[in-house]
């Protein structure tokens, strides 16, 4: 493999949205369905164009490109909603078509039972996109091992790679024939052939979570305007200009980067702080400091953005007590259990001022600890910091601090609610403000 593939598959193991939308179209036309229970159809993968169509060329004939297939099984009604998708290892052949011509073919599954995938909101669509680049660059794992010979396809640095075999104590040898890299005795988030895929998976998810927060907000302020401004195209299009805008904002950028969550528990662990540091610094780079990640799938995002939150803005209108979700009837006294500390209000807590307004609240403590908020709780706690807010020349703090009380919440909804059909937790926390905040 000459140095400028390698580099990239080491550096920016990423695939365009262009290449696998055709599949992301079909499986929100199976899930729209929700009668049948399986599905299954077969994709001609077309990298022409992309940084891996060197995995098209066919070694004996450079006239000629290699066939590369993929076989997406679709599970509508399953009991098994723990995983969102996985690759099928033991699916991939690799066979002559002629003398000439390779055609390889292999599997991945989509979970569309999954309560991931709200296909009528725009989290469930970059859940679902998400979830199918994953699972394809798996695939593209094992063609780039076939094709070039190796067990290091598409992974980390060998001395990222040896660090971590070694510090959680795996039962390989990276110089033996026999090793094998994608091991069940590793915890999953930290096998070496998932850092890449996750990496993929968490730049994804970071650069949509970048532009939907502050799209959001800008909606609101729009529609807060004159009228002019209020026609539905018009906001469109102020949303591309600010979407690009964002993506050019590096200090924007970064300021959400040092607050963002991630969802890494095993990276929190000391032996794995190599590979932490590793994830942090590819994240930082290609979300930071690159300016060119901005693909069209984001950008059709912002159609249902808006679209979503006029609909969720009429449906909120309609509700009454007896509509709402479970924990929010009148009647309910459940316990909505999460853990929270300050660290959780980073974004809203940005100098010394507002870490003091934060602790005059007397809410929530400096350390992470476990609350249990019912109805009663919820209306008393949002009272107290529009109480605040009345008397604040910084209502923005507070309108913050409401906002990220409203997601907390909703995670903790999440944990003894299903979600219906209809809402993902984003919406529900929007519901949450607008009957108890009403920002």
């Not at 991945?108 to 979830?131: A, H, R, W």
């Not at 870490?355 to 008393?380: C, P, S, W």
């Amino acid at each position: 493999m000459d140095f400028k593939n390698w580099l990239f598959l080491t550096e920016a193991f990423e695939l365009p949205y262009s290449a696998y939308k055709e599949i992301v179209d079909w499986l929100l036309g199976v899930a729209s369905k929700k009668r049948f229970e399986y599905e299954s159809k077969t994709f001609k993968l077309d990298l022409t164009g992309t940084r891996f169509s060197f995995l098209h060329d066919n070694k004996n004939n450079p006239d000629i490109k290699d066939e590369i297939d993929i076989v997406v099984e679709a599970y509508v009604r399953n009991k098994d909603t723990k995983n969102s998708g996985s690759y099928s290892v033991s699916s991939f052949r690799a066979n002559k078509l002629s003398d000439d011509q390779l055609w390889i073919q292999s599997k991945i599954k989509i979970y569309l039972s999954n309560k991931k995938f709200y296909y009528d909101g725009p989290q469930g669509k970059i859940e679902l996109q998400n979830t199918v680049h994953h699972e394809i660059l798996h695939y593209l794992q094992d063609i780039i091992n076939y094709k070039k010979n190796t067990k290091y396809g598409g992974l980390t640095k060998k001395k990222i790679l040896a660090s971590q075999l070694r510090v959680n104590k795996a039962l390989y040898k990276l110089s033996s024939g026999d090793d094998t890299l994608s091991t069940h005795k590793l915890p999953h988030s930290i096998r070496p052939a998932e850092a890449q895929t996750n990496l993929a998976s968490d730049l994804y998810e970071i650069r949509y979570r970048y532009l939907e927060s502050s799209l959001r907000e800008l909606i609101k302020k729009l529609e807060k305007i004159n009228d002019p401004i209020r026609d539905k195209e018009k906001i469109k299009e102020l949303l591309l200009k600010q979407t690009h805008d964002m993506v050019n904002d590096k200090e924007g950028k970064k300021r959400f980067f040092d607050y963002y969550q991630f969802d890494w528990p095993e990276l929190k662990k000391p032996e794995n702080y190599k590979l932490k540091r590793w994830y942090l610094s590819k994240i930082y780079n290609r979300f930071v400091e690159d300016n060119k990640w901005l693909t069209q799938n984001y950008i059709d995002i912002i159609n249902v953005i808006y679209d979503r939150m006029q609909e969720l803005k009429t449906k909120t209108k309609q509700l009454d007590m007896g509509e709402l979700p479970e924990f929010l009837k009148s009647n309910k006294t459940d316990k909505v259990v999460f853990t929270a500390g300050m660290d959780d209000f980073n974004s809203c807590i940005t100098d010394e001022d507002k870490k003091q307004k934060f602790i005059d609240l007397a809410i929530f403590h400096d350390e992470r600890m476990e609350y249990g908020f019912n109805l009663k709780t919820v209306d008393l706690v949002f009272k107290r910091i529009l109480e605040e807010k009345n008397k604040s020349d910084d209502p923005n703090f507070y309108d913050c601090v409401a906002k990220r009380l409203s997601e907390l919440l909703s995670d903790g909804v999440a944990k003894i609610y299903k979600y219906s059909d209809t809402l993902n937790s984003q919406e529900i926390a929007d519901i949450i403000l607008n009957v108890y905040y009403k920002m």
